[in-house]
């Protein structure tokens, strides 16, 4: 591992479920985390990991068609942004959507975004604090936590000093 790069081994989904879990203690409000990898590689199971770990009881689903899923929870004193951008057939619809607002928010008002297919949206996201790629490895996934900016290096930091990390 260096210093902004963490690579895990996920045996199935409960594990990826975990690393989900286990980040939901390293985030801070203002955060923006990339999930990346293919259909299937995990993104909304570790979603619905972090969202267990924070006390949400509800059902978990990508936001496939509704663009964005936002929660308030109690534990937390900053909302949770889950978008999905895997519809998107060109980068200017992020901005007839009007989500630019979620992004780049400071004080009470800032949240977490959580961002499946960022690429759809191209230069109209900010920069990642935090990517987390998910690659399918037979049975399995990798996943690669990268710290972008001084924010996300301290995120991945606080997860990586976590007991419950997935893995060997």
Known sequence: MTSSTLILDLADSAATEQL??????ALRPGLCIFLEGDLGAGKTTL????????GHSGKVKSPTFT????????????????????RFSHPD????AGLDEFFGQTGEQAGV???????KAGAHLPQ??????????GEARRARVSGDTPQGV?????????????GP
């Open 47 to 54: 979603v619905r990991g972090l969202l267990r770990a924070v």
């Open 113 to 119: 975004c959580l961002v499946e297919w960022p690429d």
């Open 154 to 166: 301290a995120c991945l930091g606080r997860l990586s000093a976590g007991r419950s990390l997935p």
């Open 67 to 86: 663009l964005l899923e936002s929660y308030a929870i109690s534990s937390l004193n900053f909302p949770l942004y889950h978008f999905d951008f895997y």
């Open 20 to 25: 989900g879990a286990a980040l939901a203690s």
């Open 93 to 96: 619809e992020f901005i007839e």
């Open 128 to 137: 990642p604090d935090l990517r987390i790629a998910l690659d399918v490895v």
